[in-house]
């Protein structure tokens, strides 16, 4: 049987896959995606789990390039929940006529360069092998799920579930006594979700986060006009800004304020929609440890007015980490759930689980019985997804190894030593630490003006410079240095308790901005690919 080929191959459709492919597309490049799922949507595929929802506002998340699509759809809240996200996606794959270009059903176990040819092959779990010129990986940052190392995860009888591979047909949750393991963004969802529609609901907390609310709500028909006239100011407004959100930092600096307008500022950001909370507040407020002090405690007294037992408040209230120097999960009643009598906190610093047992979870004071087990366990963030391919580069050398002590790139976008392979919101790029559609659409256009620079100019090969590689690492770890951010561990500085070797800083984001990350893209486009190798 003669080996399947294309020009290029894109591995994921999820939001990069799809925009990925309708570009080359465009070119009129033969092309296919590879996607291990039954359809297409990534992340908005997966996570179907109860309270599943945007941080983003909707409005920003959707595609920026195509006017009809954004004139024809409709989102119905300010941050619209999964079912939507996916409906929107695959009105997109609909109305660009993609899916005829997508294989589902193809999980992709290895890709192996071949350095004669110029060309990757790659094979599938079901022995399939396919070639190619030119590999992109749209293989998303939380594709990669991490369940505890805790004993006795396979010994449990009743139902449970990662939030990731959430089960398709609905489970039924009235009645049930539940647990729920893992209070990050996603435990923050599930946790107010389901605490008035269980039973009992027992969350197993190791360390809390500091949430806000999201002041999420419907989308009224005046608004919805207003949306729909006001696109070109909401995405130059999204560009403009560091996050790629609508939200930016305020020009202030903390301490050129009084206190009076300082709280009265802070109540407003709280009282914001989305991450203004975060993203909103006096400059210096995320970048230095006296004012991300006070803003702390600030943040800690609305959890204190919030949760009517103070035990349980002081629980909730992060000791190990200052105010936005984690992801902040956004939350709708998340700490007013704690003051219902079935919702039960534990803190597992104190009591630890010992095993998950047959029937529940055993801590060192007492066991449980449970009907479900929510496992809120996050992912083997950025790198994870990558980790699960073997990609095999020149010289047989295996990305896994290269990346042990963590990822190595040039711009997050190329790999030296993995020829012809793009690595689209791969580490240390601008998607993982923005807003992950307008950071893809610039990845994205970026790759595509490469492909055609290719074609045009009969270049079958491209690899990043060791020297350019070397030099945009030790950039991004020069701007770690001091960093609050980097000084806490979370998935942002690639720790995670469930993975072997997870537990240092890895370098895993560009803490530049997005704007700067786009003109360093332009610039290198300029400069003739400056830091590539072509041939
Ligand atoms: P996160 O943010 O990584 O959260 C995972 C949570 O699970 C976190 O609270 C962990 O506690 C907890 N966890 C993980 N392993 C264990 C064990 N073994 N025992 C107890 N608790 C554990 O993942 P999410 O899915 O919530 O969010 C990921 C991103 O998806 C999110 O930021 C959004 O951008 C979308 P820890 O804090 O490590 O102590």
Redesign the pocket.
């Known amino acids: 049987m003669a080996q399947e080929h294309h020009e290029v191959i894109i591995i994921g459709a999820g939001v990069c896959g799809i925009y990925m492919l309708h570009r080359i597309l465009g070119m009129g490049v033969d092309v296919t995606v590879l996607e291990a799922a039954e359809g297409p949507g990534g992340t908005w595929f997966r996570n179907r789990y109860p309270g599943a929802r945007f941080d983003s506002e909707s409005y920003t998340y959707g595609y920026s390039f195509n006017e009809e699509i954004l004139q024809e759809w409709d989102w119905s809240e300010h941050f619209a929940s999964q079912s939507e996200t996916l409906s929107y996606l695959e009105f997109v794959v609909e109305k660009l006529d993609l899916r005829g270009h997508m294989q589902f059903g193809c999980k992709v176990d290895s890709a192996r360069f071949d350095d004669e040819a110029n060309t990757w092959t790659l094979v599938l779990s079901d022995g399939r092998e396919l070639t190619t010129g030119i590999l992109v990986t749209a293989i998303g940052m939380?594709s990669a799920a991490t369940l505890?190392?805790?004993e006795g995860v396979e010994d449990y009888e009743g139902q449970a579930f990662h939030?990731y591979y959430w089960p398709h047909e609905p489970v039924d949750m009235a009645g049930k006594r539940v647990a729920v393991?893992?209070?990050?963004?996603?435990?923050v969802q599930v946790i107010s979700e389901l605490a008035d529609k269980v039973a009992e609901l027992t969350v197993?907390q190791?360390?809390p986060n500091w949430c806000a609310p999201l002041h999420n709500g419907p989308i009224d028909e005046d608004t919805q006009a207003e949306i729909k006239a006001s696109y070109d100011e909401i995405f130059e407004r999204c560009a403009a800004t560091p996050g790629g959100f609508l939200h930016g930092p305020d020009r202030r600096a903390f301490d050129e304020v009084s206190e009076e307008e300082r709280l009265e500022f802070w109540e407003k950001i709280y009282n914001s929609r989305g991450f203004e909370v975060w993203l909103g507040n006096f400059r210096d407020v995320l970048v230095e440890t006296g004012p991300n002090e006070v803003y702390s405690e600030f943040i800690a007294n609305k959890i204190r007015e919030r949760v009517h037992d103070p035990e349980t408040a002081e629980k909730l209230i992060p000791k190990d980490h200052g105010f936005g120097t984690r992801?902040v999960p956004l939350e709708t009643n998340y700490y007013e759930a704690y003051n219902r009598d079935n919702v039960h906190l534990v803190d597992?610093n104190e009591t630890p689980?010992e095993r998950i047992t047959p029937g529940g979870i055993k801590t060192s004071d007492q066991e449980r019985e449970f009907d479900i087990i929510v496992y809120?366990?996050?992912?083997d963030a950025i790198t994870g997804a990558f980790d699960r391919i073997e990609f095999v580069g020149v010289g047989g050398q295996k990305l896994a190894d290269k990346w042990r002590d963590g990822p190595i790139t040039y711009m997050g976008l190329q790999v030296a030593g993995y020829p012809n392979m793009l690595t689209l919101a791969g580490p240390q790029g601008a998607s993982v630490s923005s807003n992950f559609p307008p950071a893809i659409e610039a990845g994205v256009n970026w790759a595509t003006e490469l492909i055609q620079f290719m074609r045009e100019n009969h270049y079958s090969r491209i690899e990043a410079t060791p020297e350019a590689e070397a030099g945009w690492t030790r950039e991004i770890m020069d701007s770690y240095e001091g960093a609050l951010l980097t000084q806490t561990k979370?998935?942002f500085t690639g720790y995670n308790?469930?993975v072997d070797g997870h537990d240092k800083l890895r370098y895993m984001i560009y803490l530049g901005g997005a704007p700067t990350y786009r003109e360093r893209l332009a610039s290198i486009t300029e400069h003739g690919y400056e830091g590539f190798r072509l041939a």
Do not use: K, M, Q
């Not at 393991?181 to 435990?187: Q, S």
């Not at 809120?376 to 992912?379: N, P």
């Open positions: 939380l505890p190392r805790i939030t393991i893992g209070t990050g963004a996603t435990g197993y190791r360390r992801r597992v689980i809120a366990t996050g992912f979370s998935w308790s469930n």
